[in-house]
């Protein structure tokens, strides 16, 4: 029986949820001040259960009336006056009402309470119970209506990200999947096990990069698997000539972060990066809090500040700049500066500060 009526309740629109709840309350309320004056259960009850039907009656034809005006979410002047001109009619049948009830059934009023008491007390009471529930009303309509716009724009958000995602996907460098192919097809005849090994990791990152459309928001321990992935691969491309650290703190595996966020960074730096003899590269993640911090390292030189910006900077870090403007907005800082004092010393650092939840799914 309590799961049928749970149901049936949740069947029900928000209109007649919240119309039984706040009238629900309210006769609660005036049969207690109906008992305190008139002494007598009974009378109580008989007077609140006529003016409940009442005003129930009265309300949802005032709905009626406010629905067909399609008032812009707020009450103007011109809405105040028509909540004032309904909620006096409105008051008029109420307390029309009761009078009429009590010339059939005396004995719900006792003599004295006759008279013109009878009538506008009621009806000033009403009068302002029905105001209330017009200006609720509206209250309630205007939060729907934010809150269903707040709804919109998230999903405006939401695909916006994923628009980003996609773009960053066709942006990616297609030498490196042709040349970790072409890695594969050359180690087949002699090396077969290690052919096998650098196709299991080229599925890997292919996997992740493909999960990151539908997912925006991935775990740091799934963003780092894709990373080391794609380290693997080129790892087994460039052999010794590429030294690689990928250090992740045990406490930021489980934080949140915008998906394929720092695989743009690690590319340009193996693309990049100083290969006159070793190609040095760290990745170093840390949480502090609900900040995640992250810096990728390698050895090299920032190009000219003449160069123009988009040569300069490069695809990818224009689309890291991009979706942390998406995903942390004023929540971020992303820096790409350049370190050392000697020329076998100089090292390229981008560096992450990520606060809060990225915005996605």
């Keep these: 029986m309590p799961a049928l009526l749970l149901a049936r309740w949740n069947g029900l629109s928000l209109f007649w949820r919240v119309q039984i709840a706040g009238w629900g309350?309210?006769?609660?309320?005036?049969?207690?001040?109906?008992?305190?004056?008139?002494h007598s259960f009974s009378v109580a009850f008989a007077r609140t259960g006529l003016?409940?039907?009442?005003?129930?009656?009265?309300?949802?034809?005032?709905r009626g009336v406010y629905v067909t005006h399609r008032f812009a979410h707020r009450v103007?002047?011109?809405?105040?006056?028509?909540?004032?001109?309904?909620?006096?009619?409105?008051?008029l049948v109420v307390a029309s009402m009761i009078v009429l009830v009590h010339e059939a059934v005396p004995w719900i009023v006792p003599p004295d309470r006759r008279g013109v008491e009878e009538f506008f007390v009621p009806f000033?009471?009403?009068?302002?119970?029905?105001?209330?529930?017009?200006?609720?009303y509206f209250w309630l309509r205007a939060e729907m209506a934010e809150q269903a716009q707040h709804r919109r724009t998230m999903r405006a958000e939401a695909e916006a990200l994923r628009a980003e995602?996609?773009?960053?996907?066709?942006?990616?460098?297609?030498?490196?999947?042709?040349?970790?192919?072409?890695?594969?097809?050359?180690?087949?005849?002699e090396h077969p096990t290690a052919a096998l090994d650098m196709l299991r990791n080229l599925t890997a990152y292919l996997r992740h990069s493909l999960d990151g459309i539908s997912h925006t928001v991935v775990t740091v321990e799934s963003e780092v698997t894709g990373l080391a992935a794609y380290l693997a691969v080129q790892k087994a491309r460039f052999g010794d000539r590429l030294q690689t650290r990928l250090d992740v703190a045990p406490e930021a595996m489980s934080h949140r972060i915008a998906s394929f966020l720092l695989q743009p960074l690690v590319e340009?730096?193996?693309?990049?990066g100083r290969r006159?003899?070793?190609?040095d590269l760290r990745i170093v993640i840390r949480a502090s809090g609900d900040a995640l911090h992250a810096e990728v390292s390698n050895a090299g030189t920032l190009a000219p500040a003449n160069t123009p910006r988009r040569q300069r900077l490069g695809i990818g870090v224009e689309n890291v700049r991009r979706r942390l403007a998406l995903h942390y907005p004023g929540r971020h800082a992303f820096e790409l500066r350049e370190a050392g004092e000697r020329p076998e010393e100089k090292r390229v650092i981008a560096t992450l500060e990520l606060r809060g939840e990225p915005c996605g799914s």
């Design 25 to 38: 309350l309210f006769a609660i309320a005036d049969l207690l001040a109906q008992r305190i004056a008139f």
């Design 51 to 62: 003016i409940l039907v009442c005003l129930v009656a009265i309300s949802t034809a005032m």
């Design 76 to 91: 103007s002047i011109g809405g105040v006056a028509l909540i004032a001109l309904l909620s006096l009619l409105g008051a």
């Design 124 to 136: 000033v009471h009403y009068f302002f119970a029905l105001a209330g529930w017009s200006l609720a």
């Design 165 to 189: 995602l996609e773009q960053l996907r066709l942006q990616l460098d297609p030498h490196f999947l042709f040349n970790a192919l072409n890695g594969v097809a050359e180690e087949i005849p």
């Design 268 to 272: 340009n730096a193996v693309k990049h």
């Design 276 to 279: 006159e003899h070793d190609l």
